[in-house]
Every structure is written in C-alpha cells, then in structure tokens.
C-alpha cells in the first residue's frame, strides 16, 4: 500500500533533520506530534537542495539542483515521487495548501547561491526572502493548518523569524562561507578588514528581527508555540554569543553552542511555556 511507502517517506526526512540539525531535531520534538511529520518533510526538502549547492563540490551542481527543481515539480504535479524526501514534501504541499509561490521563491534562492557570490542590499533581501523567510511560511502554513486568516496575521513575525536565523547564520559561518564557497552574504562588508563596527551594524538589524518576531511567536497556536519558542531561544542565545565576541574572532572560529547547553535551554523553554512566560 501507498501509506506504507508515505510513512517511509517520512520517516526519510527525519532521520535527515536528525542527522543535520540537533537544535531544529529539538525543536520539532517540542511541538505538537501530529504535526512533526509536515516539519519533518519541509525541512528535508530543504536540505536536500541546500545540499547540493553547499556540498557536492566534485559533481556537476548546476545539472543537480536543475533536476531537483524539476522533480520536485513533478512530484507536486503527480503526487507522488521515487524520491522519499520529495514524496513527504509533495503530501505536505497539498495537505496543508502550501503555495507554489514559496516553493519557487525558495528553489530560486538556491539558483542564487550557484551564480551569486556578493550582494548588494537588494540582492541580500531576495536571497533572505527564497532561503529562510518562505521556509518559515511553508512551516506556518501547518502550524495554523490551513486557516487563512491567522496565516496572514502571524505572517510578518514568521518571515523576521526565518531572516534574524538566516543572518545569524551568515554572521556564524562569516569564513567558512567566503573561503569555503566564496560567497559574502552581507553588503559592504570587506573580510580583509571586517571590524567591530561592521559587524555592529549588522546586530542591530538582526536584534530588530528577533525583537518582532518574538510577538508573532506569543500568538502561535499551543501545538507549536513551544517548538518554535525553543528554536527563538537557542538562536537567540547563539546570537548573544556572538554579539559579545570580537570581530577578528569571528572570522577565526565557528561560534557554537554544546549539546548540554541546547537541553538546558529546552528546558527553561518547558517551564516558561508552561508557566504562560514568554
């Protein structure tokens, strides 16, 4: 039977989120169960494209991501895919009436990082937009389980969330993206002289972001209230990691933060949520 391979399917998607993310690992574990397999499914398709622009280095990346642009298609199209991680995102999108929109913006994004390696501030949007922002729409469009109305209301606070990520990201990984893939995400800003007031001007849009996002996070319903507040959390004390860490650091190691820090933090997120604290 069909279920049996869809449940496969899913299955497929979260041992690569396993396998990939402990912090969003733990943060899909806190929301609410009937919903871990749609989350599940939206970020393996994510990272399966993410991928193939960031890591197969010895293969042809532009005749990989264009075939996955256009199995991913017809998988939506068909309902169905040989590819598990594509078979549980096509379920997803008619499940929960996922626009093609976010799907596209977020496939054109990754087009981006095969051709683009500096951006200007129109670029940086477009790219924050299709990488982080419609990913966190395509998540909201589950959390709220197709009521369009409170998809509209909670949409600006979902989008600063998936962009204060995505900067945080690109503020961690700083190096590694300009000498692994050659890539400067953040306009004007020169590696060869990156300094603390560069790198301040970039906290303060990100603070911004966090600062709006936490409001649409308050409004979340209950069954991803916890899981989403618990990813705002570890992002949020990641970002606070860096902001106290010199400029000339940041360029010299990855900032992290341990296992044992991330369960911690889970749990003040636990006892928060459940006291109605954030």
Not at 36 to 47: C, D, E, K, L, S
Request: hydrophobic letters at 40%; aromatic letters at 12%.
């Amino acid at each position: 039977m069909k279920r049996l391979y869809d449940e496969t399917s899913y299955e497929c998607s979260k041992l690569v989120t396993r396998n990939y993310s402990t912090s969003f690992s733990l943060g899909i574990f806190l929301l609410g169960k009937k919903i871990h397999n749609p989350i599940y499914a939206i970020y393996g398709f994510v990272r399966l494209a993410d991928e193939i622009v960031d890591s197969f280095h010895d293969f042809d990346k532009a005749k990989l991501l264009n075939e996955f642009i256009a199995d991913t298609h017809k998988s939506i199209a068909e309902r169905i895919s040989l590819n598990p991680i594509l078979n549980a995102f096509q379920e997803v999108v008619h499940q929960y009436q996922i626009d093609m929109e976010l799907v596209n913006t977020f496939l054109k994004s990754m087009e981006m990082d095969l051709n683009q390696k500096d951006y200007d501030a129109a670029g940086l949007e477009a790219y924050i937009l299709g990488s982080a922002e419609v990913v966190g729409l395509m998540c909201l469009k589950v959390f709220v389980d197709r009521d369009e109305a409170e998809y509209q209301r909670l949409k600006p606070s979902a989008m600063r969330l998936g962009a204060a990520f995505q900067k945080v990201n690109f503020l961690r990984d700083l190096q590694a993206d300009y000498e692994g893939l050659g890539r400067t995400y953040f306009p004007e800003v020169s590696m060869d002289a990156f300094d603390d007031q560069q790198k301040g001007k970039i906290e303060a849009a990100i603070k911004d972001d966090f600062k709006e996002a936490l409001i649409g996070i308050r409004q979340l319903p209950k069954v991803a209230r916890l899981g989403v507040y618990s990813a705002y959390v570890y992002y949020l004390h990641l970002f606070k990691k860096i902001r106290k860490t010199e400029a000339n650091r940041i360029i010299e190691k990855r900032i992290r933060i341990p296992n044992w820090q991330k369960l911690w933090l889970t749990f003040g997120c636990l006892l928060k949520t459940r006291m109605n604290l954030i």
